[in-house]
């Protein structure tokens, strides 16, 4: 597994980080099905008559998409509602275990990291404050607000990174613990790296085409530190 990343980490100069998942868990299961009930109860307020699935969903990104496609009057509240859940999520968050010491071994390598994340803007960069890691990342793209056909999957984040970076796509890494990070990396043309806190979702991200899977952000930070400046 180690050859894998050290495979990917040679061949490329610059990191792409999703933040819910490899950063911190954002948004736990019950937080998160929280979340999508008080985005349900903006639409529900509204008189939006809501799809069975949107009903059952557990998560508030599903709630928000359904409000730009079905009830666009609504989609300002139901961003707000989301914002302020994510931001307050994130002043709760505790840090996935070797993150921080993957974002400053990362910094001394002189590998620029740009956060790519579905999650606000406003969120990440809360978490990054209260955890002293802002400085640690050279930018922060987070869902463009009220616009949410653009997240990921949609390769849009991913190309402005890169227009940032000023780097073609396949000297960039995405790390990411979705199989939409994975499938937006394929899209793109950027390598991608799963951390995958479960042996399922290891298989998961390896079957949608991940170069290389870690359990471990320590090890990823292992790794890189070993791959030296690139
Ligand atoms: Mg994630």
Known sequence: ??????????????VLLDFDGPVTPLLPADRNARLADATRTVLEAAGVQLSESVNATSDHLAVLRFAASNAPATLEAVERTAVQGEV????????TPGAADFLAVCHEARRPVIVVSNNSADAVEAYLDKHDLRHLVRQILGRPYGNPSLMKPHPELVRRALAIL??????CVMIGDSVTDIVVSQTAGVRSIGYAKTPER???LQRAGADAVTTDMTALAEAVRR????
């Open 166 to 171: 000023d780097e073609q796509p396949q000297s």
């Open 202 to 204: 290891g298989i998961e």
């Open 227 to 230: 791959s030296g400046t690139s």
């Open 88 to 95: 307050d999520a994130a002043r709760l968050a505790v840090p």
């Open 1 to 14: 597994m180690t050859d894998q990343l050290l495979a990917v980490l040679a061949q490329t100069t610059a």
